[in-house]
C-alpha cells in the first residue's frame, strides 16, 4: 500500500505560466499527511528538477510549441512513473500542463498494458498535429498515445500503446471540430457535460467503466484536468470553461474508481496558482488535495 508522489512543475505544453507552481502548491497544503491519514506509506522524493534537461533552442516543429522540452520532460515523466509502477507503487503525478499525460500513460502501459485510462476533461485532449489549432501540445497527448496522426519524430519515443477501446473521456464540454471527427473516426466513448446531465453520474461512471472494462478486472489510470470541475468549484487553471462538474461529481467519480480496487496510477493536473486571486488559488488547491483523497480511498462514512 505505497504511493508515489511524483510532482512535475512544467508548463511547457501551454502557454500560461504558473501551472508549474501547481504540484508546490498541493504538496505545500499538505497533501502528503492527508493521504498518510489514509494508511498509505506515501515516497516523496522532491519535485522532479526539469531544469537539468538542456532544450537550447526549441523553435516550433510545424506549429507544435515547445517541442523538444515537451518530448524530454514527458520521457523523463514515463521513466519514472514506469519505475514506480514496476515496483508496486501507485505513481500519483502532480502536474503541471496535461501534456505530461503522456508521460504518465506510457509509464503506466509499459508495467500495465492492458491498463484502461478513464480521463476526465473539459477538453479531449486529443488534436494531432494537423489539427491542434493552437500548437499547444497539452491539447494533442492523447494521439500520441493512440498513434493518431502524421508521426512527429521528435515524439517518436512515444509507443502508441493505447488503443481506442481502452479509453473513456468524462466531463468533456470544449473540443474542437477535427477532434469530434477523430472521436467519431475511431469510436472512443465519450460522456460529455450533456451525458452528465442526462444519466447522472453514478449512472455515467458505470457506463464509463462498463465500456472499458467490463468484467472490471483491468488495471485503471485516472487522468484527472482539475477543468473538468466547474470553474466556480476550480478557478485556477489556464482554460477554464462554464457548465463543468460540480463538487460532488468530480469526488464521486474519484470514489467510484477507487471502489474499483483496481487503480494502479493516477494523475491531477493543470492546477494553476497563478491564475485567479488568492482565495481562488486556495480553493482550487484545496479541491486538488480533495480529488486526490477521495480516489485514494477517503469515504464520507
Ligand atoms: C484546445 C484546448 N482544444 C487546444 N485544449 C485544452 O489547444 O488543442 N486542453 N485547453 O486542456
Ligand atoms: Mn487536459
Ligand atoms: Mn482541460
Ligand atoms: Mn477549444
Given at each position: 500500500?505505497?504511493?508515489?508522489?511524483?510532482?512535475?512543475?512544467?508548463?511547457?505544453?501551454?502557454?500560461?505560466?504558473?501551472?508549474?507552481?501547481?504540484?508546490i502548491h498541493l504538496v505545500q497544503a499538505g497533501l502528503i499527511p492527508q493521504l498518510e491519514d489514509l494508511g498509505w506509506k506515501?515516497?516523496?522524493?522532491?519535485?522532479?528538477?526539469?531544469?537539468?534537461?538542456?532544450?537550447?533552442?526549441?523553435?516550433?516543429?510545424?506549429?507544435?510549441?515547445?517541442?523538444?522540452?515537451?518530448?524530454?520532460v514527458t520521457k523523463a515523466v514515463a521513466q519514472v512513473v514506469g519505475e514506480h509502477a514496476s515496483k508496486g507503487q501507485i505513481p500519483v503525478t502532480l502536474g503541471g500542463d496535461h501534456s505530461l499525460a503522456m508521460g504518465t500513460i506510457s509509464g503506466t502501459l509499459s508495467k500495465y498494458p492492458d491498463a484502461c485510462v478513464v480521463?476526465?476533461?473539459?477538453?479531449?485532449?486529443?488534436?494531432?498535429?494537423?489539427?491542434?489549432?493552437s500548437g499547444n501540445i497539452h491539447g494533442m497527448p492523447v494521439s500520441f498515445l493512440l498513434g493518431l496522426g502524421s508521426?512527429?519524430?521528435?515524439?517518436?519515443?512515444?509507443?502508441?500503446?493505447?488503443?481506442?477501446?481502452?479509453?473513456?473521456?468524462i466531463g468533456l464540454r470544449d473540443v474542437d471540430a477535427g477532434e469530434k471527427k477523430i472521436l467519431r473516426d475511431n469510436n472512443i466513448k465519450a460522456f460529455s457535460m450533456h451525458?452528465?446531465?442526462?444519466?447522472?453520474?453514478?449512472?455515467?461512471?458505470?457506463?464509463?467503466?462498463?465500456?472499458?472494462?467490463?468484467?472490471?478486472?483491468?488495471?485503471?489510470?485516472?487522468?484527472?484536468?482539475?477543468d473538468a470541475l466547474d470553474p466556480t468549484v476550480a478557478?485556477?487553471?489556464?482554460?477554464?470553461?462554464?457548465?463543468?462538474?460540480?463538487?460532488?461529481?468530480?469526488?464521486?467519480?474519484?470514489?467510484?474508481?477507487?471502489?474499483?480496487?483496481?487503480?494502479?496510477?493516477?494523475?491531477?493536473?493543470?492546477?494553476n496558482p497563478s491564475l485567479e486571486n488568492e482565495e481562488s488559488v486556495k480553493q482550487t488547491v484545496a479541491v486538488g488535495c480533495s480529488l486526490l483523497r477521495s480516489a485514494l480511498g477517503e469515504t464520507l462514512l
Open positions: 500500500k505505497t504511493l508515489a508522489i511524483v510532482g512535475c512543475p512544467f508548463s511547457g505544453g501551454q502557454p500560461k505560466a504558473g501551472v508549474d507552481q501547481g504540484p506515501v515516497i516523496f522524493d522532491g519535485h522532479h528538477q526539469f531544469e537539468e534537461i538542456n532544450v537550447a533552442q526549441d523553435p516550433p516543429i510545424g506549429i507544435l510549441k515547445n517541442p523538444r522540452m515537451v518530448s524530454k480521463w476526465i476533461d473539459a477538453h479531449a485532449d486529443i488534436n494531432t498535429s494537423e489539427t491542434t489549432e508521426k512527429v519524430e521528435e515524439f517518436s519515443w512515444v509507443k502508441p500503446l493505447l488503443k481506442p477501446e481502452q479509453l473513456v473521456y451525458e452528465v446531465d442526462k444519466y447522472g453520474i453514478g449512472k455515467v461512471v458505470e457506463m464509463a467503466l462498463d465500456h472499458v472494462n467490463p468484467n472490471r478486472d483491468k488495471p485503471i489510470h485516472l487522468s484527472f484536468d482539475v478557478p485556477s487553471t489556464g482554460t477554464p470553461v462554464r457548465g463543468g462538474l460540480t463538487f460532488r461529481e468530480g469526488h464521486y467519480i474519484c470514489e467510484a474508481i477507487y471502489e474499483t480496487g483496481l487503480l494502479v496510477a493516477l494523475d491531477l493536473m493543470e492546477v
